[in-house]
DNA sequence: TTCCCAAACTTGTATGTACATCTTTAACCC
DNA sequence: GGGTTAAAGATGTACATACAAGTTTGGGAA
């Protein structure tokens, strides 16, 4: 039977929760520390007890205690100052001295708009010093756990940027969100958000947006307007509650058989759906699209049918992006400022990581762009 | 005056380089065996001189030796396993333990192919376990000399995919490019290569791409073809000698008074550019593009101007982008597969990474995609 | 030959001492 | 009050010793 020395005598004392007597001395010093840290008995910038003085309140050599405080150096908990004494190092230093380095997850790349918001926030990170590291989810849930679970484990960014991948469906890797919220990780989300979850989002205002394209086609004298949303995220949910809200408004029902549902999937080959889309399309003059990407595919759906755009078909997109002016009906649009988006995300996640308290919220008024895919009756 | 003791002489006998002897003795035997890694008489594996044997080579005390492998173990360029003995860390260990992090540099990401590019790059890279890193250059020779600057002082990269800035024109920064060969970290170019430079390129094979066009042209029984070539990159030189080499084979003559060379800032605003553009063109009947963006730009000047694509002027483009397609007048063009491409430098450089002496270096063999902007007389 | 075990050797933990070197502080002088 | 200086106290280097604990190895037993 081992002896009980005084280094766990005083440990006892002090209520250590650790009480394995076969971990060497100098750990429980390295320990002890580390708990006088959590219990905020000890802050940054503190100076420790001395050697000598730690070695008689443990009762072992200077010896033992070197090296549990050369650990500590190492571990960038402790600062040795010759001379002077061992000090508690400040958090910055000690947690990880700033990367200086941001990762930046978005669903795609060579959609439309994402290519002009991650120059952006590549602009503008790399002039305030940061680099920026990317990753794509591709809509796909698990990729988007992958890459975030990457992200944290190797803890190597100051900061993220995320735009949520299906923001719109339930999802069972919010976990991973409040993850980042636990670790006060700087965090900004784009395009879309999730309200149940405190962090902030820098986007369009989707609502807003749906409820100015509606209007503009009831000030053009549209009465009966369809509508194509996507449904597996929040913008296609805001877009679509802002449709109803400018139809309601002017005193319209919402009917269901003229709103049409769409997901990621759907997306990617629009032709195949096209009885479904004509079927939805039946008996409108106008038809407002989730983005212009559709709104592309519907105008070319509706010429090869023989239903002239915007004569018998007015059209309306959201984004505002390049597909509006390279359709052939030039399509009239929600402007999205992609630019402004991705600038304004990254100076606000700039100042977040520089002070947490920054509020780096912000929505963008909707603004339509007039071209020629809506006539006006 | 202080006793040359036992740990100076032997350093002296072995001809140690620094002879300061106010330095402490555990960081002499630091140094030495840095040394012994360096002269390659340390090999990774090996086993070192036991404590005790240090200590009586040395002539110093065990706990001196300890002092100074410890060091060496924080470094990671020891490893000590208690009981067997003390060895060298194996260089990927050892070096930076791997950052698992790739840095890509690209002139644009808002143009039409890189975004393709980059997201293969990151499909692959993020597939085989790395991070992907960007930076833009916007084509600015100062923004690549920071970006790469940057790179190199952080040191947080295992391997860099660059395409190279303004290839086309003497640079002051090759220097930078130097200095990556000479730390031998793994590097591949895309889209562009300097000859002089020891990195290998990925990319179309741009000689051949220019060749094809004007071949194309020439079958199609064209004799007066123009040329429209940028100045400031390679590819446009190596486009431009692939249309005179199908020229002069044909038998015809290089006219220069139809080659017209433009550079990044000309693209930006070809509107404005559009007589000497059709100065150019004058008295032909084929227009060689050096790429979609321009051939998409020539097209719309044409069809102002009341000459018809293709009836008067057949117009051919290369790198086959969605502009391609997107145009009034769907453009025959070369193909470059940009899918392909990000891969395969993706693939290649995570091989470089690994061995060394791998040849990551591949050219694409152009192949013509025919569309509607060719006459064939 | 194969297996087991103890001896020999290796690194790990711990103590004690001594002196060097740097910083802080307080007493001192002007 | 301000500058100087020496003492006190902190960490840094270095030595010697002892025992603990894991690995390797070779000799002896089966």
């Not at 508690?88 to 918001?117: G, H, L, Q, W």
């Not at 369009?204 to 996507?230: C, S, T, V, W």
């Not at 597996?232 to 408004?249: A, P, V």
């Not at 007039?370 to 006539?375: D, F, G, L, P």
Request: glycine share 6%.
């Amino acid at each position: 039977m081992k002896i009980m020395n005084t280094a766990y005598k005083f440990l006892k004392k002090k209520g250590a929760e650790t009480m394995d007597e076969n971990i060497p001395k100098y750990l429980l010093i390295v320990n002890w520390v580390k708990e006088q840290l959590e219990k905020n008995n000890l802050k940054p910038g503190d100076k420790l007890n001395s050697e000598n003085e730690l070695s008689s309140m443990f009762g072992v050599s200077r010896q033992t205690v070197r090296h549990a405080v050369s650990m500590l150096e190492q571990e960038k908990i402790l600062d040795r100052r010759r001379g002077s004494g061992t000090y508690i190092c400040e958090p910055e230093v000690r947690k990880k001295s700033k990367t200086m380095n941001v990762a930046v997850v978005t669903t795609y790349i060579d959609d439309y708009i994402f290519p002009t918001i991650i120059k952006e926030i590549e602009r503008a990170m790399s002039k305030a010093g940061y680099t920026v590291q990317i990753a794509f989810t591709h809509n796909h849930i698990e990729r988007e756990s992958a890459v975030l679970q990457n992200i944290l484990d190797r803890d190597m960014v100051d900061g993220i940027i995320i735009e949520p991948t299906k923001s719109g469906i339930p999802k069972p890797n919010l976990e991973l969100y409040e993850e980042i919220r636990r670790r006060h990780l700087p965090a900004i989300f784009i395009n879309s958000y999730y309200p149940k979850i405190r962090i902030p989002h820098v986007s369009l205002d989707d609502q807003a947006a749906g409820y100015e394209a509606a209007r503009y086609l009831l000030e053009a004298g549209h009465e009966k307007i369809a509508g194509i949303f996507k449904s597996d995220d929040i913008q296609g949910h805001l877009r679509y509650s802002g449709y109803t809200k400018g139809l309601l408004e002017a005193g319209l029902k919402i009917h269901d058989e003229n709103v049409l549902w769409i997901d990621t999937e759907d997306i990617r080959n629009m032709e195949a759906d096209r009885n479904r889309i004509l079927r939805r399309l039946e008996g409108c003059t106008a038809c407002l699209c989730y983005n212009d990407e559709v709104a592309f595919e519907v105008v070319k759906i509706c010429q090869k049918e023989g239903i002239r755009v915007p004569e018998d078909m007015s059209v309306i997109g959201i984004d505002n992006s390049d597909l509006a002016t390279h359709c052939e009906v030039p399509l009239t649009s929600i402007e999205l400022p992609a630019q402004d988006l991705g600038r304004l995300a990254a100076e606000n996640l700039i100042k977040l990581m520089e002070d947490s308290s920054f509020d780096a919220g912000f929505e963008f008024v909707p603004k339509i762009v007039e071209r020629n895919s809506v006539k006006k009756v």
